[in-house]
């Protein structure tokens, strides 16, 4: 079941997004009335996908959808007025948001309400790869550190301190990083 957020200053505009979305499966829809509720919600739990009804009382939107973009991986859907100035467009594209113009049909909107769960879908693969990444580069700067280690106390080689750590790491059946740690809490001052 997916979170989703509904910002949105009319009561009205509210329930029709609210009712559409229902439409689309078993969700949980919370509401902010304006742009700085919202942002509340968005600090306090996990939202997959925030729609903004803009303008919202205290904003046109543009604002929540950078603060969103920065701080969420939240997919990220702005309704606006077809008159809307487009410069307000444009910031919102370029924060990552999708735009949908009034009047809207109900299979666009489904189309772009799929494609920003699609696209938030996407964003945690990547966000997941980077982690595993920076746990790798973490491991290989431990695992360096502590042949720097090995070089200085106990006067190894290069490859004699790499192949010290691969050995224990092997025989003791644990990662390197753990080697790594354990010679780095003993010889490191």
């Known amino acids: 079941?997916?979170?989703?957020?509904?910002a949105s200053g009319a009561l009205k505009g509210r329930?029709?997004?609210?009712?559409?979305?229902?439409?689309?499966?078993?969700?949980?829809?919370?509401f902010a009335p304006n742009g700085r509720d919202a942002r509340s919600v968005l600090g306090k739990m996990d939202i997959d996908l925030l729609i903004i009804h803009a303008p919202l009382p205290d904003e046109f939107g543009e604002e929540l959808v950078e603060h969103a973009s920065r701080n969420s991986y939240c997919g990220i859907i702005v309704v606006a007025k077809s008159d809307t100035d487009q410069r307000s467009i444009l910031r919102v594209e370029a924060a990552g948001g999708l735009v949908v113009l009034t009047p809207l049909s109900k299979s666009f909107f489904r189309q772009t309400f799929h494609l920003a769960c699609a696209t938030r879908n996407r964003m945690l693969g990547v966000r997941n790869e980077?982690?595993?990444l920076?746990?790798?580069?973490?491991?290989?700067?431990?695992?360096?550190?502590?042949?720097?280690?090995?070089?200085?106390?106990?006067?190894?080689?290069?490859?004699?301190?790499?192949?010290?750590i691969e050995k224990?790491?092997?025989?003791?059946?644990?990662?390197?990083?753990?080697?790594?740690?354990?010679?780095?809490?003993?010889?490191?001052?």
């Open 1 to 6: 079941m997916s979170r989703i957020l509904l």
């Open 15 to 30: 329930d029709f997004f609210a009712h559409l979305v229902k439409e689309y499966g078993d969700h949980e829809v919370l």
């Open 130 to 132: 980077n982690r595993k």
């Open 134 to 164: 920076s746990r790798k580069l973490e491991d290989m700067g431990l695992v360096d550190r502590a042949k720097c280690v090995l070089i200085q106390v106990l006067g190894m080689t290069e490859p004699q301190a790499h192949r010290y």
């Open 168 to 189: 224990q790491a092997m025989d003791m059946r644990v990662s390197k990083r753990l080697i790594a740690e354990e010679l780095l809490k003993t010889y490191e001052v």
